[in-house]
């Protein structure tokens, strides 16, 4: 918070409320889909690398990880986000629900992940217009991965 301007933190908390209340997770497949947008996998690899270093330092989050093996989350990440933004893969992980549970997840933990992915976007020069649609598509993900109230 302190480096990244209140702005941000104001734009992925609007963003998740927005998509959540529209519900706008659909994939696109054709060209010119997200996942061309990110970079396709080259672009995605990276976004997924850097948020892990940046998730590692954030003290709002970095404990959950600390026994977590980070290289095969990275790899499930990358199909998971290229998949969901309308990219060839297929996600091969478990379910988001499964997964979470047990972790008790608070919300602004799941922000806090999720403004790390908008800060690795930011320093790969990905543009506002395209970083809104991958936090929108991760949004919806709030429901399954947060328990706690
Ligand atoms: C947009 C938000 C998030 C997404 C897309 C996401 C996605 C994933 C994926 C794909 C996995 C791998 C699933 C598998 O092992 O098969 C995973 C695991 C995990 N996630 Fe998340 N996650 C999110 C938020 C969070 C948050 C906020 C926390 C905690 C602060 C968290 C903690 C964990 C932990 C500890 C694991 C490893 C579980 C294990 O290996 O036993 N996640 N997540």
Do not use: W
């Not at 992925?12 to 529209?22: D, K, M, Y």
């Not at 659909?26 to 010119?32: E, F, I």
């Not at 690899?45 to 270093?53: A, C, F, G, Q, W």
């Not at 800060?119 to 947060?146: F, G, H, T, W």
């Amino acid at each position: 918070m302190q480096r990244h301007s209140v702005f941000h933190t104001v734009a992925i908390v609007l963003a998740i409320v927005l998509s959540g209340l529209s519900g706008t997770a659909t994939a696109q497949t054709s060209s010119g889909s997200l996942y061309e947008e990110l970079g396709s996998d080259a672009g995605i690899s990276r976004i997924v690398d850097d948020t892990l270093l940046i998730v590692l330092q954030d003290p709002r989050i970095k404990e959950a990880f600390k026994d977590v093996n980070m290289k095969r989350l990275a790899g499930l990440l990358k199909e998971q986000f290229c998949e969901i933004s309308g990219g060839p893969c297929r996600y091969s992980g478990d379910d988001m629900k499964l997964t979470h549970e047990g972790q008790d997840v608070s919300s602004a933990q799941f922000n806090a992940l999720a403004e790390d992915v908008q800060i690795a976007m930011e320093r790969l020069n990905i543009s506002s217009s395209v970083q809104n649609k991958l936090i929108a598509r991760l949004a919806p993900m709030k429901r399954d991965i947060v328990i706690r109230k």
